[in-house]
């Protein structure tokens, strides 16, 4: 009887628990924002779509946790909002919404006064509701503070941070341009000065990328920045200067600079990164015969390896025969057609298959093969549970239109 009862106990106390995380309003945005005022607190909207794994993480890892809610019912009044459905779709273009998730948080009259793109743990979500109460790390007080020639590092780096939670890349882009001239080597390896070189990233042999080359064991060395960080600034560099190099020179040219940049690091997916080059440059040359041929033949090499992971390789080259503009007179549809066809049994259960197969057989004006994809498409995803997006739903009309 003892264990029976702590049973029933556990059952009662389970749904106070899982009713502790954020509780989100069932309204429109109007509404919310007369509620928020009402109750003299701020908003916090939550902006996904159906399709973000990053959205799904929050919604399930962080908003249920009972120490988000807490923070947040006594501050917000909160919202969650598809922005590829109704009214979230004029929200997006109102709130300029470009990545997801983005989390906007805003006054009682819908201005937003800090937005963020994610988080990955409950303590920097709730920080990031708590910087909507801080004027002095609001990002419209450090930009203020920037164009009146703020340029004390620990400040540069409070700046570029705030910058990338927001994903105002071409800000900090500009942030690198103007600064970079103007810091001193000793403040490179610091742990503000490294921040502002990693977010805002140098160009491949650049005073700062030769540094670094340099100086490899002291910025490693340093438990700040580790082998992790110190890579990714050198391969961003290298991967920005071949892509150009990839677009604007000859193949010989590209074999010889990738030859130059193994030098300094090779990357871990080399040979991926290699493909995207050469693709790049067929792309570029207009040969797009030449694009997909080799596209294909790397793709036909890893699906001899493993089926399943090469179909993405596939898929990606072949979704960008479906909508990439470039491509609209190569005459590729049907090659694009044949070859997911052939290797669309690698996973039955596939989303993207689909999508892709229907985007083609759109091109194509095959109105019967389109909707079979795309219908296929909307039953997988209902039996996940899913509810077909704006996007989905805007392929299956136009197929229905052909």
Known sequence: MKKIAIVIVMFLVLPKLSAQGISFEHSTFKEVLAKAKAEKKMVFMDCFTTWCGPCKMMAKDIFPQPKVGEYMSANFVSIKMDMEKGEGIELAKTYNVNAYPTLLFM????????????????????????????????????????????????????????????????????????????????????????????????????????????????????????????????????????????????????????TETEKDYVSPQQSQYKTYYYGQHYLAQKQYDKWFDFNKKQADEAFAKNQKEALSTYINTAYSVAVNPDLDKAGLEQKAITMIESVKGADPESLAVNFCLASLYLKTANKEKGLENINAYIKKSTDKGDEPNARVLSLKTKIESL
């Open 107 to 258: 006054d009682a009259e819908g201005k937003v006064v800090h937005r963020a793109t994610g988080a990955e743990k409950a303590e920097d979500f709730i920080e990031q509701g708590k910087i909507a109460f801080d004027p002095t790390k609001q990002l419209d007080h450090l930009e203020k503070q920037y164009q009146s020639g703020n340029r004390d590092l620990a400040f540069l780096a409070q700046y570029v941070k705030a910058l990338y939670t927001a994903y105002n890349l071409e800000a900090i882009a500009k942030v690198g341009k103007d600064v970079f001239p103007t810091m001193k080597p000793e403040q490179y390896l610091t742990e503000d000065g490294f921040t502002v070189i990693a977010h805002a990233g140098v160009d491949y042999k650049s005073k700062i990328y030769n540094y670094l080359i340099k100086n490899k064991k002291a910025f490693i060395d340093k438990p700040y920045i580790g082998k992790e960080s110190y890579e990714y600034v050198i391969g961003s560099a290298i991967s920005n200067y071949l892509t150009e190099i990839a677009t604007k020179k000859t193949l010989p040219e590209l074999d010889k600079a990738i």
